[in-house]
């Protein structure tokens, strides 16, 4: 009976159980049972563990076995408009971003939300924290496609109440923007095991009263669910505010963050806020260039994000790269800059991310009693001329993690799973 339950993925294991150092096992192999790992090591020990005899494994030696990378923000309805470039954030808000949300009703729900959940998996994304709009319904539509996407969501309906937003009128009055949320938290907070999440969802500062700030984040206490909102994004200052409205704590995760002065970066650590660092939106929307090195030293928890569609991707290989090139950029003219290595942008996407969500019990990396959330690769997607004439198995798990940050994406992606479960699978190759 037992052997029924068991699977086996076997690969290259690459996963980074601390910043900048990684852990690799050549021809190495997972076992997992009801979508937890119960063995993880040499294959030839792996196959030995109890009723492991039956088991059929998946892969080979030739793939890149990760734990899946966890974005810390996008925002859903906004996926149809990615990569329409706007000068900065409020213009690109009012012309391309918030008109896409407006159209995004429970039919255009029903319609994107299982794309935009397989275009996560189809990235090596086993774990993502959304926005939807600021509707209801299509942000009901969407968390049924999540349940059904098998990925692990955190999702909430956008909150604001303010007007003068970028010109915008108010989009719903508080009330019914809590008595909404409150809602959607009650039936999805916690499904399916804890792997459909709620987010109270204020958008940012501007767009919200503090009554609403305030109102979040007692519901978000009351039910033990997030709170996901932006700082800093074009300009700093409003983490004061959110920490008067009781805002900031360990299950809040503030997206860019770009411009904390000193004190901000004080309130923020000894808030024990989480940080999702969007580096591709940031560069995207000339918002500016997050000091990462000032926030990791500050303690803080630092995950990484697409912020599509601020960001003009959902592969976080273009993240942890953009990571590493802005803060080089930054350190050709700030001094005693450090610049992030890929064995520690890695840890970034993947522990890092779980940490920020405090799942890092649970994910992020392979150690047994975690949840089996990995992705196979097929490294030679990543090698030159598709790794022939390349000596791919000698390399070390520094070398394939930086291939992976340079050249990797969807299409080195062979199959993701979330709690052993197979929630994409790359179409077999077209014969010439
Ligand atoms: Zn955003």
Redesign the pocket.
């Known amino acids: 009976m037992m052997a029924k339950s068991l699977k086996g993925l076997r690969g290259f294991l690459i996963d980074a159980p601390e910043r900048g150092r990684l852990r690799g096992v050549r021809d190495g192999a997972v076992l997992i049972e009801d979508g937890v790992l119960v063995a993880v090591g040499p294959f030839d020990e792996v196959r030995r563990s109890p009723g492991a005899e039956y088991v059929k494994w998946q892969h080979s030696p030739e793939a890149v076995l990760i734990p899946g990378l966890i974005d810390l ?3 859903l309805p ?1 996926y149809p408009v990615v990569a329409r470039a706007e000068e900065s954030l409020l213009p690109w808000l009012q012309r391309i971003a918030l008109p896409a949300e407006k159209e995004f009703n429970a039919a255009a729900a029903r319609a994107q939300a299982p794309h935009f959940y397989e275009a996560l998996a189809r990235n090596g994304t086993t774990c993502a924290m959304l ?1 939807a709009a600021t509707y209801e319904q299509s942000c009901d539509v969407a968390f049924e496609a999540a349940e059904r996407s098998g990925m692990r969501i955190i999702l909430g309906k956008v909150m604001m109440d303010e007007a003068g937003c970028g010109g915008l009128s108010p989009r719903e009055k508080l009330p019914l923007s809590l008595a909404r949320s409150e809602r959607l938290c009650r039936k999805w907070h916690g499904c399916d095991g804890g792997r459909i999440e709620y987010a109270f969802s204020p958008r940012f500062a501007v767009g919200c009263s503090e009554e609403l700030l305030r109102e979040a984040a007692l519901l978000a206490r009351k039910f033990d669910a997030y709170v996901q909102t ?1 700082l800093s ?1 074009s300009c700093g200052g409003t983490g004061a505010v959110y920490e008067a409205c009781g805002l900031l704590g360990e299950r809040t995760v503030l ?2 963050c770009v411009h904390p002065d000193d004190e901000e970066v004080r309130l923020l650590a000894v808030a024990r806020v989480a940080v999702a660092h ?1 580096p591709t ?1 940031d560069l995207f929307l000339n918002s500016g260039i997050m000091p990462l090195d000032r926030l990791l030293d500050a303690g803080l928890r630092v995950g990484l ?1 697409s ?2 569609a ?2 003009p991707e959902l592969n976080l290989w273009q993240v942890m790269r953009s990571t590493i090139e802005s803060q080089k950029a930054r350190s050709f003219y700030e001094k005693e800059v450090r610049v992030p290595t890929a064995a520690e942008v890695f840890h970034l996407a993947t522990l890092g991310g779980a940490g920020a969500l405090g799942k890092g019990s649970l994910i992020g990396t392979f150690d047994v009693g975690k949840d089996a959330d990995i992705v196979a690769f097929d490294l030679a997607q990543a090698l030159s001329c598709g790794g022939r004439g390349n000596m791919h198995c000698d390399l070390s798990p520094e070398e394939v993690v930086t291939l992976l940050v340079y050249r990797g994406g969807p299409a080195a992606v062979i199959e993701t799973y979330v709690r052993g479960v197979s929630i994409y699978r790359a179409p077999a190759p077209q014969l010439l």
Do not use: K, P, R
């Open positions: 923000h996008a925002h906004q926005h932006s994004e997206a860019h969007s939106a994000a912020d599509v601020g960001g």
